[in-house]
């Protein structure tokens, strides 16, 4: 993909607050402290237009970035450690399972997994519901610079029985790049789709 431009649209903690639905849309989910920021910096080729963390749970909105006037991608707040009350959860939890399921202009979630960690009953959960939900996603294993490739292929194929029979697995690295390619190949399948996309700005690069 080649980035031309980047602008942060805005934060939202309501659908009211989002942006017009009229731009495509990839959304980023994954429970708090995967790498989302980290992931979507390497995707754009900057080092801070998501505000990456050390605190899980610091990502407390919905964030809308546009991309080449094309596309959104949108980062949602991670679940699973946020250091808030259980009300405050809740909240968050509607507002986010609102998103995935109103949005009209949602094509697909990239769904974050940290490989160096065994699969949780949060992702497994998450998977299931988009799945019952009918919402389509890209399986996502991040941090692979963290793990050797036995436990890659580990991570793998417990992440495949998760998912539905075609979806594909994908394994990448925000420090050192690998999959970042194959995950843009993806999202670009999804928005090339899309009848609002300006298709002259999804370029995959050789």
Known sequence: MRINSVEFVTSADRMTGCPPATLPEIAFAGRSNVGKSSIINSLLKRKDTAKVSSTPGKTRLINFFRVNNSFHLVDLPGYGHARVSAAEKKRWGVFIEDYLTKRETLRVVVLLRDISIPPVAS??????????????????????????????????N??????????????????????????????SGRLLASDTVNHSEIVHRG
């Not at 294993?141 to 580990?154: M, P, S, V, Y």
């Open 123 to 156: 992702d497994t959960d998450m998977a299931d519901w988009m799945i019952a939900s009918g919402i389509p996603f890209i399986e996502v294993l991040t941090k692979a610079d963290k793990a050797g490739q036995g436990e890659i292929a580990r991570r793998v």
């Open 158 to 187: 417990a992440a495949r029985e998760t998912i539905p029979a075609d979806g594909a697995v994908l394994v990448v690295s925000s420090k050192t790049g690998l999959g970042i390619d194959k995950l843009w190949k993806e999202m």
